[in-house]
């Protein structure tokens, strides 16, 4: 749950990641909640949307929490506890979203690329579809940690450039398996085994190549920014914000990389929580 309340606070920021609409009025809609709602068919596949009182189709976005867990875990249950306060206190202008998602597991078939991508889009899909049914406007902000900043980045920079995708938030994300950590490390390679279907590697790259969001990075891509824990065990800073940031310095996108004092999960605690809320305020200030 520590890590929950980073999200907590920085999705507070969101709302400074576009430039206001004219008409700012709110409407005399009620808040409401649906809980479970079916994005596919298959259980997982279940998202909670909270509504703010108020809202509107001109001025009312969206940001979508993205839980880690190793892409084999994880609930967005998760964030149950915090979800009350985030929509009265800190963020009761915008819709949240707090998605699930398939869990990888090779037994079944499921891998986290391409499946927990496809997903991702899937709800993308779903809440534009029925925005005015919502009345809110399908604008959104990826908010995600650990593998789910994994997923985040990933679909953001390699799911043609979806346009309503407006920035990611990345936090002690992986960004590139190239890296010989991951070669080396047993966690990682259990991991790694189920990440991607085989059969969707294309010809001639490898599968850590494909998996790594680094890979995908053009002049096109999401503003991003990126956070690393200066002694994080499972994402290694010397090297996946080196790579991330040479990546980013060959195109023309909006993007910054810090680094927090602690580890994998250390941003969720002050002084840390403090700077980063402060860096990412500043940085979606400029989109």
């Given amino acids: ?78 964030f149950n506890g915090g979800i ?39 709800v993308i899909d779903f809440i534009t579809s029925n925005a005015d049914e919502y009345n809110i406007k399908p604008e959104f902000v990826l908010c995600g940690h650990s593998a789910g900043a994994h997923l985040s980045m990933y679909y953001a920079y390699n799911s043609k450039n979806n346009p309503a995708v407006k920035a990611v938030i990345s936090l002690a994300g992986p960004t590139d398996f190239e890296d010989p950590f991951y070669a080396n490390n047993i966690i990682w390679q259990f991991l790694l085994g189920g990440l991607v279907k085989p059969d969707n590697i294309p010809s001639g790259m490898t599968m850590l190549k494909y998996a790594s969001p680094v890979t995908w990075i053009t002049n096109t891509s999401t503003p991003t920014i990126a956070f690393f824990g200066s002694t994080d065990s499972l ?11 040479a990546k980013f310095a060959q195109v023309n996108r909006p993007y910054e990389s810090y680094v927090w004092n602690g580890d994998h999960n250390a941003y969720g605690l002050e002084p840390q929580l403090s700077d980063v809320i402060t860096k990412s305020k500043a940085f979606l200030k400029k989109l």
């Avoid at 409401?32 to 949307?49: L, R, S, T, W």
């Avoid at 994402?235 to 940031?245: A, G, M, Y």
Wanted: net charge negative; proline share 6%.
């Fill in 1 to 78: 749950m520590k890590h929950f309340f980073g999200f907590l606070f920085l999705c507070t920021l969101l709302a400074s990641c576009t430039k206001e609409d004219i008409d700012t009025t709110p409407s005399n809609l009620p808040e409401k909640e649906i809980i479970n709602v079916a994005y596919g068919n298959d259980p997982q596949q279940k998202f909670d949307i909270y509504l703010p009182q108020g809202r509107t189709k001109n001025i009312t976005k969206v940001f979508i929490l993205i839980h880690g867990g190793g892409w084999t875990s994880g609930d967005k249950s998760d």
């Fill in 84 to 122: 009350p306060v985030l929509k009265s206190a800190y963020f009761p202008d915008y819709a949240i979203v707090n998605i699930n998602y398939i869990l990888g597991n090779t037994a079944t078939g499921h891998y986290a690329l391409p499946d927990q991508i496809n997903d991702i889009q899937k």
């Fill in 235 to 245: 994402v290694p800073v010397n090297e996946q914000k080196t790579r991330l940031d």
